[in-house]
């Protein structure tokens, strides 16, 4: 039964005439189901090198990856093709699917680092160095507009600052704050952040991986939140 928890997280010797799989199982399932649909995003996390090769390795977030697919790699907006695809245990692999982890062989000798995201030429991700999001602030000092932080989506990095808070929920009293000028621990703040750098990110619906963020306030993580939209410049005021 569901009040016994059986076949909810594993599979349940109390029921031995059911062989499929549990809920949790089913559900994973049909979350990579939906992600190997989706468009292209390989975010990069580090560059090995093979012999004279040089092999960007990272986990595919979303959609399938085969040898002789185009990619372009952003926020450079280079296009290459994949040459071969590496994995572990196995040595290649013709096709790889979301959720694995893989290093692609490129046959182009591109500028590639720590931080690229690789997806389909055809369905480009978004790229702004102006976004609109959500977050749960968890720091010692408030959440404050105009202050420097560093903002972390993936493996990209770049410095931050809140430039326009429109949006204080006070998570304990479930409402807003409308007098508020800043975001104190255990609150949620919404609003507009100006990026150092252009952030390649997608919505959080779209892709998990690449909606999503931390923020670090003197070396440490003081909050997390996802990403809505990006903002036009002429929208900051």
């Given at each position: 039964s569901a009040y016994?928890?059986?076949?909810?997280?594993?599979?349940?010797?109390?029921?031995?005439?059911?062989?499929?799989n549990s809920v949790m199982e089913q559900m994973a399932l049909l979350a990579y189901e939906q992600q190997e649909a989706a468009a292209v995003r390989f975010p990069i996390q580090d560059v090995y090198r093979m012999g004279q090769a040089r092999l960007p390795v990272g986990r595919l977030e979303s959609g399938s990856l085969g040898v002789g697919d185009r990619v372009t790699v952003w926020p450079t907006q280079e296009q290459t093709t994949i040459k071969a695809i590496h994995c572990w245990p196995q040595t290649q692999k013709d096709q790889a699917a979301a959720g694995q982890c893989i290093a692609v062989e490129l046959s182009d000798p591109l500028f590639v680092e720590r931080g690229m995201v690789a997806a389909s030429p055809q369905n480009r991700p978004?790229?702004?160095?102006?976004?609109?999001?959500?977050?749960?602030?968890?720091?010692?000092?408030?959440?404050?507009?105009g202050?420097?932080?560093?903002?972390?989506?993936?493996?990209?990095?770049?410095?931050?600052?809140?430039?326009?808070?429109?949006?204080?929920?006070?998570?304990?009293?479930?409402?807003?704050?409308?007098?508020?000028q800043d975001v104190p621990a255990g609150f949620v703040g919404e609003g507009v952040w100006v990026l150092d750098q252009p952030l390649v990110f997608?919505?959080?619906?779209?892709?998990?991986?690449?909606?999503?963020?931390?923020?670090?306030?003197?070396?440490?993580?003081?909050g997390g939140g996802i990403i809505q939209e990006a903002v036009e410049e002429a929208g900051m005021a």
């Open positions: 016994e928890g059986d076949n909810i997280a594993k599979s349940s010797e109390a029921m031995p005439w059911y062989q499929g978004q790229v702004s160095r102006y976004v609109r999001g959500r977050i749960v602030w968890l720091g010692k000092e408030p959440l404050q507009t202050r420097r932080y560093k903002l972390r989506v993936g493996f990209q990095e770049t410095g931050a600052s809140l430039q326009k808070l429109e949006r204080v929920l006070d998570i304990g009293e479930i409402q807003e704050e409308s007098t508020r997608e919505s959080f619906e779209q892709c998990s991986a690449l909606g999503r963020f931390v923020l670090v306030d003197n070396f440490q993580i003081a």
